[in-house]
């Protein structure tokens, strides 16, 4: 009868034993779940905000022969004018 107390006192602890283990990687598992989910969310953002500036693009492209684009364009980034402007910079 003695042998039987040990045993299931060695088989309470082995049991015991597994329980922790599956607790702790289940916890463990948790934490890689929710950091893989905040890296998905990122990735998300970043696929939306390319797509965004792909259809920008796009439009561009598609809109390239446009002459108030191109008069855009030349102002803002080239900087030219119009014969008879005066341009005026400011220095501090």
């Not at 893989?36 to 561009?60: F, H």
Request: proline share 2%.
């Amino acid at each position: 009868m003695a042998r039987t107390e040990k045993a299931g006192i060695l088989t309470k602890l082995v049991v015991l034993a597994l329980l922790i283990y599956l607790a702790t990687s289940l916890l463990n598992l948790r934490s890689q779940i929710t950091s893989v989910q905040t890296e998905r969310d990122a990735l998300k953002q970043q696929v939306e905000l390319q797509n965004q500036r792909n259809a920008e693009l796009a439009d561009a492209v598609a809109n390239s022969d446009d002459p108030e684009r191109i008069y855009s364009a030349a102002r803002e980034k080239l900087g030219l004018v119009e014969p008879g402007e005066k341009v005026f910079v400011f220095t501090n």
